[in-house]
């Protein structure tokens, strides 16, 4: 099965951000990808960081990456893990600069769209 086949139906900025996840995902050797896209169309990608100080999901580090670089707010978000669901600090960090109802998607390491969820 191709990579279009595995997100058939998303719109094509939502496709990228879920292949920059993947994409951090295995370059960096971490449990988590994520990708952001804010107002602007920017996008800021980053995996888990696990530090014996310091611990972010990679969504959270996108988010901070995003604030960090001025993003006012947040289009849609992605994240690539091997979860069955997103964490609710996650939905947190993007409700934070998204607002309610910014679409956060979560796919397999496959690439396979596994839920679409709205921050709250």
Do not use: C, F, W
Not at 60 to 69: C, I, L
Not at 90 to 109: H, I, K, S, W, Y
């Amino acid at each position: 099965m191709s990579d279009s086949d595995l997100t058939a139906g998303l719109d094509p900025e939502d496709k990228k951000i879920i292949t920059l996840a993947r994409s951090v995902r295995a370059r960096n050797g971490v449990s988590e990808g994520a990708a952001v896209r804010d107002e602007t169309g920017r996008t800021y990608v980053a995996g888990t960081v696990s530090l014996e100080s310091l611990t972010l999901s990679a969504l959270q580090t996108a988010v901070a990456m995003a604030v960090a670089s001025g993003a006012k707010g947040l289009e849609a978000a992605a994240v690539v893990s091997e979860a069955s669901e997103l964490a609710a600090a996650d939905l947190a960090a993007a409700r934070d600069l998204g607002g309610a109802g910014t679409p956060v998607l979560l796919a397999g390491p496959d690439g396979s769209l596994r839920l679409t969820a709205e921050a709250h």
